[in-house]
């Protein structure tokens, strides 16, 4: 069954506005990660990602079967991309499809939610290794000096009734 111009551009527009929201969700994943090399890799294909999706906007009215592709394909990138530089698993939950969903719609929205998932897991783990500095530079505070450690532990050892 031949698929009108029409319903074409409308599945282009849609396949846009998924790259769109992955490229946000990616921006805001490279926002979390500390400087270096895997935050530069991730910027660098947001811009990249960026471009494509731009291309596609222009592209729709004449090839819309292409932008659609070309929009997809930068979703696709960004999610691979936040696989590689966020911890944690690359399993992703089985869920069952909604009874109106086609296939595109549904492999884009398992790519946002990976990239959230994603943007999650890193700000989570920033969050323990800060907890875990925290914890440590509170125990070089509190733990008492050798010296202080000698003088309870010589005071300890005396005879309880001579003093």
Wanted: glycine fraction near 4%; charged fraction near 35%; hydrophobic fraction near 40%.
């Amino acid at each position: 069954m031949a698929t009108t111009i029409r319903t074409q551009r409308a599945e282009a527009k849609r396949a846009i506005g998924h790259a769109k929201h992955a490229e946000a969700e990616a921006r805001k994943l490279v926002k979390t990660l500390p400087q270096g090399p895997a935050r530069s890799r991730l910027d660098g294909l947001v811009a990249e990602a960026h471009a494509t999706r731009k291309a596609a906007e222009a592209e729709r009215k004449v090839d819309p079967r292409l932008a659609a592709r070309r929009a997809a394909h930068a979703a696709t990138k960004l999610e691979r991309a936040s696989l590689r530089v966020a911890p944690g698993g690359a399993r992703r939950a089985q869920r069952a499809a909604p009874a109106n969903a086609t296939g595109a719609e549904q492999r884009a929205k398992a790519r946002a939610k990976t990239l959230k998932r994603r943007r999650k897991q890193a700000k989570s783990a920033q969050k323990m290794a800060k907890a875990v500095a925290r914890r440590t530079i509170m125990a070089s505070i509190s733990t008492p000096t050798d010296e202080k450690r000698r003088k309870v532990d010589a005071k300890r050892a005396r005879p309880q009734g001579v003093h």
